[in-house]
């Protein structure tokens, strides 16, 4: 019997539990003694794994958000088109913003503001990640390309930007670079 193991299967059953709760209408509403109580734990020791909600919240986001992540970077390895690498980045965040559509929208309160945050940059890291996946011929900045990616960012949140205006957008830049350097 192995300690490490007991640890890791606990977490894991938090983890498990909490998302349950956390996919339900009330969202980031759950309560941690109601996890505990899930799996079998005091409240005490739930705590030994996650200092408080937020952080069981951001692991449990991150775990989510890394799954499409590794979809998309597969896809995007078989693309060139600039159209269709913005339309699987799109799609990468549609379905990770519909999927923590109660998260986000029963948050009220503090606390969660700095893990939100954290979150966005990594995000923005991993949209620039796969953005720059197939478009290193267009000899982007860091810069730009870190433009770029809150851009899609913003894009895929806000419906008053269109995708076409985003796409647009994009290869007015990459042309007038291409047209820079010539």
């Known amino acids: 019997f192995n300690m490490s193991k007991q640890i890791e299967n606990a977490k894991n059953a938090i983890i498990k539990a909490a998302e349950e709760e956390l996919h339900k209408e009330e969202g980031f509403n759950f309560s941690m003694r109601k996890i505990a109580k899930k799996c079998n734990m005091a409240v005490g020791t739930l705590y030994n794994y996650f200092p408080d909600k937020f952080s069981l919240v951001e692991t449990i986001l991150k775990e989510e958000w890394m799954e499409k992540y590794q979809t998309a970077y597969q896809k995007i390895l078989g693309l060139n088109r600039i159209e269709d690498i913005l339309s699987t980045i799109q799609s990468l965040i549609q379905e990770f913003r519909k999927k923590n559509k109660s998260v986000f929208s029963s948050y009220k309160g503090e606390g969660f503001g700095g893990y939100y945050i954290r979150l966005h940059f990594d995000f923005v890291r991993q949209i620039e990640e796969l953005w720059k ?34 796409c647009s957008m994009i290869t007015d830049i990459a042309e007038a670079k291409h047209e820079s350097e010539l």
């Not at 982007?140 to 985003?166: A, C, G, V, W, Y």
């Open 133 to 166: 996946l197939k478009t290193i011929s267009y000899h982007f900045t860091d810069e730009e390309n870190h433009m770029i990616s809150e851009m899609i960012l913003i894009q895929s949140r806000d419906e008053k930007i269109s995708f076409q205006t985003l």
